[in-house]
């Protein structure tokens, strides 16, 4: 199969096109390959891998918010990108790493994940206008996840996913929020908060 033929590149007039969209897909195309994830990710920047996973949980129906910032106990986090679907937000650490992936890394970017979303929780009700998907729900589970270049089977630390982006769309289609042994954090939303709706 050619570049053209898998959507990663367009050509008009002899001349060759390739979108933010069409990078991320030879990305991924070089790393089924067997190209090494890490010298993939050095040829990509951070903003376009969280493009990606903006992109793949929206073709997944989910409604998105991307660098979603927000305070909790005087302090100030950053969630990559939240995606919100069926009573059930993800928030994703998009890890974009050039060295390494140790089980020591990943248990520290699951802690620190895990974290992020407890703060986020207690603060729910209060930044969740941002995502007026949620103005109907009563309640939310939300589900850390950090998503990573790396060609790693995908895990559970401390409930945590670590999900590889090659595996991103398979782990949509069987994440729900009734599943046990992963690490959900329960977040009420009070509707009379969300103005206009």
Same mark, same amino acid.
């Given at each position: ?112 994940? $895990?974290?992020?979303?407890? %703060? +986020? /929780?207690? *603060? ?10 949620? !103005? ?15 060609d790693v089977s995908s895990k559970l630390m401390d409930g945590v996913p670590i999900v590889?982006? $090659?595996?991103?769309?398979? %782990? +949509? /289609?069987? *994440? ?10 329960? !977040? ?10």
């Amino acid at each position: 199969m050619t570049l053209q033929e898998a959507g990663a590149i367009r050509i008009v007039d002899e001349e060759i096109h390739i979108s933010p969209e069409q990078r991320l897909r030879i990305a991924e195309l070089a790393v089924a390959s067997g190209v090494d994830p890490e010298r993939v990710g050095r040829e990509l920047r951070w903003q376009e891998f969280e493009a990606f996973a903006d992109q793949v949980l929206t073709r997944d129906g989910f409604s998105t918010a991307n660098h979603f910032v927000f305070k909790g106990s005087g302090r100030r986090f950053e969630i990559d990108v939240l995606g919100a679907k069926e009573a059930m937000v993800l928030c994703v650490d998009c890890k974009h790493w050039h060295h390494g992936w140790a089980p020591s890394k990943l248990m520290a970017a699951a802690k620190n994940q $895990l974290i992020r979303v407890l %703060f +986020l /929780s207690q *603060v729910f009700t209060a930044c969740g206008r941002k995502l007026p998907t949620i !103005a109907s729900w009563r309640s939310a589970r939300l589900l850390p996840v950090v998503l990573t270049l790396a060609d790693v089977s995908s895990k559970l630390m401390d409930g945590v996913p670590i999900v590889s982006a $090659l595996r991103f769309r398979d %782990f +949509l /289609s069987e *994440v729900n929020p009734w599943v046990e042994k992963l690490r959900f954090v329960d !977040a009420r939303i009070c509707e009379s908060t969300l103005p206009g709706f």
